[in-house]
């Protein structure tokens, strides 16, 4: 997500993006658990608005839950303290997997509780981005889906987009919905928080609409053109904690929206055609 968003929003600001194990080119090392490493960067660079999406997603957490809580948790408490070292605003990308997976789509009013361990760090990283007393947002996405350019290795997204590709077989989930989460329209919320709403909040960003990695896959290849039979059920898979977001909030504020079918259109001319965005600076300075 991270290279994404860089990609989106430097169309609007200059933007400064981080790295943390694997270098890329134009990017600042960053090591989130080392807090003098986070002071030295944010004295330098001295943001307007920090986006903190680095951290342990699902899968890598449950490998090693130890590393998985000092990035999510100490990591983000060395974040907030940067950014309270510059008074700068933070944006905080967050999870649905902070809900108990209970029937029906949570709405940014309902109390999160955690069934799990990763769940509990995403709770209490959003309970420390609310002790600032800056502007902040928290930004609940559900599957985040579209092209990075720095790759997509190990995302769902990514293996769904190499099978359409490749023309390869894949056998997909079709238990868990989910919201479809697109970064491109997450990047777009960003840059409407930033221009106009800056006061603490908490947004769901995704789709109205839910569905399954199996009816991604096969809604996608029906809009490339290609045989839906490339995606089968996978009937192993087990059940999972399913948090489908109320993204209704967003029409209400006037926020960019998205309807799951224009989605699946831009989303499937991505894989067609991938390609990247470059834009005009101004404005506010983004970390």
Known sequence: MGSALQRDLSKYYPIRGTYNKKAYPHLL??????????????????????????????GKFNEDPGEGRLINLAGTRNIIKGVQSV??????????????????AFTEKDQPMALTEFSKTKIEGEQMVQSL????????????????????????????ATALVSDSSLKLDNKWRFNLSWNRQISEVIHWWIEGQTRPDILHVGSAETMTLLELGRKLSLTLKKDPALFREDTTTPDRQESTLNCDKLKTLDAPVLSLDEMITTIAHEIRDPRTVEGTIKRKEVY
């Open 29 to 58: 090392p960053l090591d989130t658990t080392d807090l003098e490493q986070v002071r030295n960067t944010f004295a330098t660079v001295n943001p307007d608005v920090v986006i903190h999406c680095a951290g342990i997603r699902l």
């Open 87 to 104: 008074g700068a605003s933070l944006i905080y990308i967050s999870s649905q997997s902070v809900f108990d997976g209970r029937v029906g």
């Open 133 to 160: 007393t800056s502007p902040y947002c928290l930004m609940r996405p559900s599957l985040v889906v579209g092209q990075a350019p720095y790759g997509m290795d190990g995302q769902l997204f990514g293996q769904i």
